[in-house]
Antibody, heavy 120, light 107 residues
Framework: QVLLVQSGAEVKKPGASVRISCKAS????????MHWVRQAPGHRLEWMGW????????KYSQKFQGRVIITRDTSASTAYMELSSLRSEDTAVYYC?????????????WGQGTLVTVSS | DIQMTQSPSSLSASVGDRVTITCRAT??????LNWYQQKPGKAPELLIY???SLQSGVPSRFSGSGSGTDFTLTISSLQPEDFATYYC?????????FGQGTRLEIK
């Protein structure tokens, strides 16, 4: 059974950083890219970036460029997303998602989500 | 960035109804269009990929069509478990973008 399990909810102050983990099981971790998507309250899903879990190269949305870093630990089958310089607008549920690719990229499955609350 | 617009944004329907949700892209995205279902407090789940391919395990009452800029998701006969929010997603170009969602409610 393919499963992505994320770390627990976080509460951070403005200006701080948060690091979320996403542990994969049930498949060969390096065979699929891992993407990160967030969902702020009342907002649509928003793509943040992805990592080639085999080679480690990354691609980020320009919106988050300079504030987001996605990494992976292949020995632990785990991907990480770190977002820095947090502000209240970063309050959201953050998801990791395994990506299929054939030109088109689609996401299945998704992690259960990690709520990050940014508040002073 | 490619903008994705769904219509309607919300919809009330009854069990057994046929429902169609549309998704329009601001530029041609070929068939690089996927659909997800999200229930409250849960992660999205893949329904359709490549505009019309049904994900394994998804009931056949779900279907997708379209190419270019205009796409549809159809539920042929609504079941109680289908009341949820539906999102389209394009992957033709980076950044990957999603529609604003269509909330499907019980009439």
């Amino acid at each position: 059974q393919v499963l992505l399990v994320q770390s627990g909810a976080e509460v951070k102050k403005p200006g701080a950083s948060v690091r979320i983990s996403c542990k994969a099981s049930g498949y060969n971790f390096i065979s699929y890219a891992m993407h990160w998507v967030r969902q702020a309250p009342g907002h649509r899903l928003e793509w943040m970036g992805w990592i080639n879990t085999g080679y480690g190269d990354t691609k980020y949305s320009q919106k988050f460029q300079g504030r987001v870093i996605i990494t992976r630990d292949t020995s632990a089958s785990t991907a990480y997303m770190e977002l820095s310089s947090l502000r209240s607008e970063d309050t959201a549920v953050y998801y990791c998602a395994r990506a299929y690719y054939d030109g088109n990229r689609w996401f299945d499955p998704w992690g259960q989500g990690t709520l990050v609350t940014v508040s002073s | 960035d490619i903008q994705m617009t769904q219509s309607p944004s919300s919809l009330s329907a009854s069990v057994g109804d046929r429902v169609t949700i549309t998704c329009r892209a601001t530029q041609i995205i070929n068939n690089y269009l996927n659909w997800y279902q999200q229930k409250p407090g849960k992660a999205p789940e893949l329904l359709i990929y490549g505009a019309s391919s049904l994900q394994s395990g998804v009931p056949s009452r779900f279907s997708g069509s379209g190419s270019g800029t205009d796409f549809t998701l159809t539920i042929s006969s609504l079941q109680p478990e289908d009341f949820a929010t539906y999102y389209c997603q394009q992957s033709y170009s980076i950044p990957i973008t999603f529609g604003q969602g269509t909330r499907l409610e019980i009439k």
